[in-house]
């Protein structure tokens, strides 16, 4: 017997990467690459409905909380851009990469 499904629709990007991405992108975008475009909160919903889900058992998990980069040239600051790294850490959370919304 199955309640609820709580799906984790966040961190699909962040300073663990060496380019800049959504922390949780409803869709995918038409410059993603073929893997990048399962990075999506629509793919990982449409695969558990494709897997026999019930739509009203999945509960979408949404951040309250930013991603952050370091770009490698300040000057490109698009999706996709190259990153050193995590941004600079928040008065509150303390680490590099990870703002809270208040922030």
Known sequence: YLDFINLMAYDFHGKWERETGHNAPLYASSL???WQKQLSVDN???MWVKL???KEKLII????YGRSFTLSNPDNFRVHAAAS???KAGEYTKESGFLAYYE
Do not use: F, I, L, W
């Not at 998990?61 to 309250?64: A, L, N």
């Open 32 to 34: 993603d690459s073929e």
């Open 44 to 46: 990982a919903a449409t």
């Open 52 to 54: 026999g889900t019930p």
């Open 61 to 64: 998990g949404m951040p309250t």
């Open 85 to 87: 790294g995590g941004g």
